[in-house]
């Protein structure tokens, strides 16, 4: 548990990715099985222990703590796991005695309801301090340190040399302790055997388009569609949902889960249907309300149903299609469809254009909410995982500018921990007040940011915590993707992507837009 | 000791504690005829007082913050141990261990004796004298870290971790934030007894308080300023500086620095998270839990009073024991930066 608790306690504090992708690299690298296996599932939020929840642990600390002092001290601290960490007495030198977290594993999962107290109380009295937040982390959840599923694969990929592609595939279909994927990384065993494992496959991903044009003999053209990207697989009787980072999201659309019963592997867009758009997709807003749920109630079932607009297929019937041409998965795609709950599941059309200036005339034209441009794909391209060039091209809609005028400043984050970095932005509404509309920290040269760094520190009025209120004064000119309305802002507004295009030092704060311009733009 | 009424010589107001036969009060928040200041942190000291009683050290440093006239005959010095009578009280000053010249305050009138502690810990520290206990029927301590969370671990650890992370990345430098006064000079002092004898660099802030250090005897070694060395000068050492410089302009003329920040809080690691720190080390100044509670079981006096900080926790504690306690909800004494 000692070096488990070690390297928690690193990536709390470390902000760099790099930084921490070393450690667990290292951590991999150093650890025996099964404990580094068990330790990046902790990680990654992939255990569960149903007989350990917060409340079992508040009621075992009332054994060996004055309930008053705990409420006091978890009302200082802020977080249950942490409290009882540094609350439960100290062991004697002779007792301390390292467990390994596979021990505390086993231990875990063995116990029931009943007997679970006793079992984590015998845990915790030979840990130290760091220890026991490290075994209270792992069996309560909630690590809180920053280590996606994708950041572990990476991890583990570079720790091994190995493609992080191939790591992706065998992750979800080994259960943890992973050792067969630790045996494969080490070289000591074939690539785990995927059959019957609805296994996750890197998704293809395309690059931003720059060339003025390209052949439409060479690539179809279909929408670009604002919602999250997913990859459905049935295998084994068994279907998962995955999003881009191959990070399981199924108990967050069980209606799509229950819903798809082909032996089939899908590749597509998790869209939300909207009632304003007659039953089209709805905006990525109400999109965003169903996701990183881990249970989902009957209402929001009902009134944010989920559907997929499917535009790739990757597998049918136990046949691996990724090899085929574009153009061949289309085909069994568009055959394929059909057989598919059409409440759930629809085919993503493609553009019939005549030819490139007729694409530029309907991308342009495109007002539907949940168009975000047009993708090009490669007739004759295979599916392979990450960017290529030449394959796919995404030609997103043009972006849209407004002036707004700095209203707040936050400092950022890490190499920009000393800089004002964060801008929070409005427009004046028609009794001439500024409303905040969106927020950038992106968009300028070095050169600028200590420019507006200095002029925040400059016209500071008022400060909120970490927050500077500046005087009214300075116009941004921003870019944003697209904006829509939105009952959480007090402007109505809220912009997807907004990045500071210029520091309209020239301009009068009196002449930046109107909120009603900016409702105009609103889909 | 006679055990006398409940007092009523000594009143705790929101401002401080006044000394009503003396007409004298200690710590005030605000400027008053006559004051005893337990040290010099600024939530203890303050500007503007007609006459202060204090320990030679505490008055030198009042005297390099504000101008506190040392040597004029309106204020006093007295060593530990020393003291003086006033209005029927006996007034005696007694190491407290929190940085230079702290002192605990005995009183002694009508056959009752009443120790204010100012601010103190029990932990060795080089660069100052070690808490005394006194015995006595009433003890006004702080509670600054008055939850049974807060366990500092033995300094030699923490600093121990510091020359660690130092070596680890000779490309970088190590920035800690320790407060100005006490905590910066502890923890160079606790370097050099580490064996780091390397010149170690501070801020411009740091610079008038070391010396005062070391004119009273205090070993730093070498220090150098960082505002006249070169960024590449810096790679593999250790910098000081104020808490409020970390995450300022000026830190950006160090190579690539890893914040460490010195202090109790840090033991909380969101605590530590939300001041963006990279690096916590958990050294204090003040008495941690244990402390705290050993000293009242220890002192054993008839009553406690309770100054500042998790109140609450402390009462709890002494309530738990069998033990009288009040608390005093004195104002102004949050100096978040300097525990």
């Given at each position: 548990m000692k070096r488990f608790a070690a390297l928690i306690d690193r990536l709390i504090y470390t902000r760099s990715r790099n930084t921490k992708l070393a450690l667990i690299a290292d951590y991999l690298r150093h650890t025996p099985d099964p404990d580094r296996g068990w330790a990046i599932a902790a990680l990654t939020e992939t255990l569960d222990f149903p007989a350990v929840k917060s409340a079992m642990v508040r009621a075992l600390l009332a054994t060996r703590v004055d309930e008053e002092l705990f409420r006091l001290s978890r009302h200082f601290v802020g977080d249950t796991a942490e409290t009882a960490a540094l609350l439960w007495p100290d062991p004697k030198p002779q007792t301390r005695a390292d467990s390994s977290v596979s021990e505390a594993v086993d231990i875990l999962s063995a116990a029931t309801r009943a007997d679970a107290p006793l079992a984590l109380a015998g845990l915790l009295d030979r840990l130290d301090a760091e220890g026991r937040y490290a075994l209270l982390k792992l069996a309560l959840g909630g690590m809180r340190v920053g280590v996606s599923a994708r950041l572990a694969k990476q991890a583990f990929a570079q720790a091994f040399d190995v493609p992080v592609d191939d790591v992706e595939e065998v992750w979800h279909a080994i259960p943890p302790p992973y050792a067969p994927i630790f045996a494969w990384g080490e070289g000591r065993a074939a690539r785990p055997d995927l059959a019957d494992i609805p296994f996750f496959r890197p998704f293809m991903l395309a690059h931003p388009l720059e060339a003025e044009s390209v052949d439409l003999s060479d690539y179809a053209a279909e929408w670009k569609w604002d919602g999250i990207r997913v990859q459905i697989v049935h295998g084994g009787g068994e279907t998962r949902i995955y999003s881009r980072g191959g990070e399981e999201i199924s108990a967050a659309f069980p209606e799509l889960v229950a819903a798809f019963d082909q032996d089939a592997v899908i590749d597509g867009e998790l869209l939300v249907r909207g009632d304003a758009q007659g039953g089209e997709a709805a905006s990525f807003n109400v999109l965003q309300q169903r996701l990183g749920r881990k249970t989902v109630s009957k209402k929001m079932l009902a009134e944010s149903p989920a559907f997929v607009r499917v535009y790739d297929l990757l597998a049918l019937d136990g046949t691996d299609l990724r090899g085929l041409p574009w153009q061949e998965r289309r085909h069994r795609l568009e055959a394929f469809v059909p057989r598919l709950t059409a409440s759930h599941f629809d085919l993503s059309q493609v553009i019939d254009a005549g030819d490139w200036n007729d694409l530029a005339t309907r991308r342009a034209g495109a007002r539907d909410v949940a168009i975000e441009g047009v993708m090009l794909k490669r007739r004759d391209a295979p599916y392979v995982p990450g960017r290529r060039a030449g394959l796919w091209y995404k030609w997103k809609r043009d972006p849209l500018t407004a002036d707004c005028v700095m209203m707040y400043a936050q400092r950022g984050n890490g190499r920009r921990a000393s800089f004002y970095s964060d801008y929070t932005f409005g427009c004046w509404n028609d009794a001439g007040e500024l409303l905040p509309v969106g927020k950038a920290y992106s968009g300028f040269t070095d050169e600028e940011l200590k420019w507006l760094d200095n002029f925040v520190r400059n016209h500071t009025i008022a400060r909120f915590g970490p927050v500077r209120e500046v005087e009214k004064m300075l116009v941004l000119e921003v870019v944003f993707d697209s904006i829509h309305l939105s009952k959480r802002h007090k402007s109505g507004l809220a912009m997807r992507f907004p990045r500071i295009l210029r520091i309209r030092r020239d301009k009068p704060a009196e002449e930046a837009d109107r909120l009603a311009t900016l409702h105009a733009m609103a889909t | 000791m006679v055990r006398a009424k409940t007092t009523s010589w000594i009143e705790p107001h929101p401002q401080g504690l006044y000394v009503r036969p003396a007409d004298l009060w200690i710590d005030p928040s605000q400027p008053v005829e006559r004051a005893v200041v337990t040290h010099g942190h600024a939530d203890h000291a303050r500007s503007g007082h007609a006459s202060v009683f204090a320990t030679p050290e505490t008055l030198a440093i009042m005297a390099l913050r504000y101008g506190v006239d040392a040597g004029a005959s309106h204020n006093a010095a007295f060593a530990y141990r020393d003291g003086f009578e006033r209005g029927g009280v006996r007034f005696t000053f007694h190491p407290a261990g929190h940085v230079l010249g702290s002192a605990q305050i005995a009183m002694d009138h009508a056959g009752e004796r009443i120790v204010v502690t100012g601010d103190y810990k029990r932990r060795p520290d080089p660069t100052c004298a070690p808490f005394e206990v006194v015995p006595c029927d009433i003890f006004v301590t702080e509670a600054t870290f008055g939850l049974p969370v807060?366990?500092?671990?033995?300094?030699?650890?923490?600093?121990?971790?510091?020359?660690?992370?130092?070596?680890?990345?000779?490309?970088?430098?190590?920035?800690?934030?320790?407060?100005?006064?006490?905590?910066?000079?502890?923890?160079?002092?606790?370097?050099?007894?580490?064996?780091?004898?390397?010149?170690?660099?501070?801020?411009?802030?740091?610079?008038?308080?070391?010396?005062?250090?070391?004119?009273?005897?205090?070993?730093?070694?070498?220090?150098?300023?960082?505002?006249?060395?070169?960024?590449?000068?810096?790679?593999?050492?250790?910098?000081?500086?104020?808490?409020?410089?970390?995450?300022?302009?000026?830190?950006?003329?160090?190579?690539?620095?890893?914040?460490?920040?010195?202090?109790?809080?840090?033991?909380?690691?969101?605590?530590?998270?939300?001041?963006?720190?990279?690096?916590?080390?958990?050294?204090?100044?003040?008495?941690?839990?244990?402390?705290?509670?050993?000293?009242?079981?220890?002192?054993?006096?008839?009553?406690?009073?309770?100054?500042?900080?998790?109140?609450?926790?402390?009462?709890?504690?002494?309530?738990?024991?069998?033990?009288?306690?009040?608390?005093?909800?004195?104002?102004?004494?949050?100096?978040?930066?300097?525990?």
């Open positions: - | 807060f366990r500092h671990p033995p300094t030699a650890d923490e600093v121990a971790k510091l020359i660690a992370a130092v070596r680890a990345e000779p490309e970088r430098c190590i920035l800690v934030g320790a407060y100005a006064l006490g905590k910066a000079q502890r923890v160079i002092a606790e370097l050099r007894a580490a064996g780091w004898d390397a010149p170690i660099f501070i801020h411009g802030a740091l610079e008038r308080m070391c010396a005062l250090y070391v004119e009273h005897g205090v070993e730093l070694g070498e220090l150098r300023l960082v505002g006249e060395t070169e960024k590449d000068a810096m790679r593999g050492q250790i910098v000081l500086a104020p808490p409020s410089a970390l995450n300022d302009r000026w830190s950006r003329r160090l190579p690539d620095p890893v914040t460490a920040m010195a202090s109790g809080w840090m033991r909380v690691r969101q605590r530590a998270r939300q001041r963006m720190v990279e690096l916590p080390l958990v050294i204090s100044d003040h008495a941690d839990w244990d402390e705290l509670t050993a000293t009242i079981a220890e002192v054993n006096p008839k009553e406690s009073w309770i100054t500042h900080g998790s109140e609450e926790g402390l009462l709890r504690w002494c309530e738990l024991n069998q033990r009288k306690a009040r608390a005093l909800h004195l104002v102004g004494r949050d100096l978040e930066e300097e525990a």
